[in-house]
């Protein structure tokens, strides 16, 4: 998994998401440091995708449907929806022409969560987007053990009726009501 051992920079962030610089992805979760990520919420015919996390951080938790960080290239901040097809391509398979239509952004949060195993920190303001798909994707299987589908009742009461362990920003998009 090369993409984890890549150095790549994320946008260091304050309270009220004006960017401050940027900083090295892994210093930042090692340190808790707040910046911005994103979470990209994929549907099929009105269910929802949740993908199993292949990942040093959050392990093995589902996550909606994908998450990640823009990161910068020469010195530039790339722009939301160039990361997402980016994520997109790297971790389901998916391209831009795949989408039913651009994905739309539903809302952005804070939070702040440890993963006890890997002693890593997520401190981020989290941009939610949401997108259909024309088809149900193939995930990269370096990127994810597998997914989910599930309708928006089961989402909405995943907490009571599932054993799935649940990323942290997934249970605070839920809470937020993020999901559209």
């Known amino acids: 998994m090369d993409y984890y051992k ?6 260091r ?3 009220d998401d004006i960017i401050e610089g940027k900083i090295e992805r892994w210093f930042t979760h090692k340190q808790g440091i707040l910046h911005r ?16 996390r292949k990942h040093p951080v959050f392990n093995r938790c589902y996550d909606l ?11 530039k901040l790339q722009e939301d929806l ?9 971790e389901w398979n998916l391209k831009k022409d795949d989408l039913a239509e651009h994905p739309i952004k539903n809302g952005k949060f804070y939070y702040k969560s440890q993963d006890l195993k890997s002693k890593y920190i997520e401190h981020e303001i989290d941009y939610v987007y949401q997108a259909k798909l024309k ?3 193939h995930p990269n299987l370096d990127f994810a053990y597998g997914y989910k589908i599930i309708d928006r009742s089961q989402l909405l ?6 054993s799935l362990t649940l990323a942290p920003w997934v249970e605070k998009i839920i809470k937020e009501n993020l999901v559209k």
Request: glycine letters at 4%; charged letters at 20%; proline letters at 2%.
């Open 157 to 162: 009461q995943i907490k009571k009726l599932s």
């Open 6 to 11: 890549k150095k790549l920079f994320v946008a």
């Open 82 to 90: 160039q990361a997402i097809y980016e994520g997109l391509l790297r």
């Open 65 to 75: 449907s994908y998450s990640s960080h823009q990161v910068f290239i020469n010195e």
């Open 135 to 137: 088809e149900l994707p």
């Open 37 to 52: 990520g994103y979470t990209v919420i994929l549907t099929f015919q009105d269910k929802y995708i949740l993908q199993q």
């Open 13 to 15: 962030v304050n309270l």
